[in-house]
């Protein structure tokens, strides 16, 4: 009894495309060929398509059904490995659907992750806090996170005002009107610093805290006109200039 490529390929209900391509690797071999070049595949083969398909079923590599096939002490050692895959593999899902579970009951958009959530809390909803959001709680520690949403969720209203004045700022303003919001910006900056010192979370200097702060005000900066934006930089070259943390007040 002999069967064609197509016959096999139905009688073990596999795919002409995986026969051709088990060939290719060498996984399967080629059968004899009748005088016409047609191949003729045996019960040898089918036998041999069915295992690999069994084996295919569990999402080995072909490489370790190679070895599996060669010798059936590879087997086990193979399905102890894919057994190891699987449980880290159904430890993401598991932490993938409980993430699922809890944008599905906020009602919110899945792009925005929880932390980020949790940051626009004290920066707002609006498009710009909501960009600036999403980038720190990225760069940002989930911890320093929370403590920058406890400790900003009661700010004063001088922020309030200081960003509608920001905003407002129209991008052909003085350069005396930004040296001073500027200046209110900084004097105002760090009043509420020195206010909630320990509240803060540290700040370091380092070559890749420098870079998380310079891509949050890049965020913060994008929609901003040229005298927003000067502002901004003048904010940001005074507060560096400072020491890298205001001391706490005696």
Known sequence: MSWSTSQLADL??????????WH???????????????????ARHLVLVLRIARLTGFGLTLEDIARMLDSEDQGQ?????????????????????????????????????????????????????????????????????????????????EFTNLNTSIWGLPADAEDT???????LAVSTIKGFVELHYDALPDVGNSPAERRSADA???VATESMNQAQRRVMQLVVEELT??????????
């Open 177 to 183: 009107e930004i040296t001073a919001l500027a200046d």
């Open 216 to 218: 949050l005000t890049a």
């Open 12 to 21: 073990a209900g596999v795919t002409l495309r995986s026969i051709r391509h």
């Open 24 to 42: 290719e690797i060498g996984l399967l071999p080629e059968p004899e060929r009748l005088t016409n070049g047609y191949k003729q595949y045996t």
């Open 77 to 157: 050692e193979s399905m102890r490995g894919l057994r190891a895959e699987l449980d880290t593999r159904i430890a993401d899902l598991e932490r993938i659907r409980s993430e699922v579970d809890h944008v599905i009951g906020l009602g919110v958009s899945p792009d925005v992750s929880p932390e980020a959530l949790l940051a626009m809390e004290a920066l707002g909803h609006d498009p710009v806090s909501r960009n600036v959001a999403i980038v720190m709680a990225h760069l940002t520690p989930k911890e320093d996170t929370i403590t920058f949403v406890e400790t900003f969720k009661d700010a004063p209203e």
């Open 241 to 250: 200039n400072s020491v890298e943390r205001l001391p706490p007040p005696p």
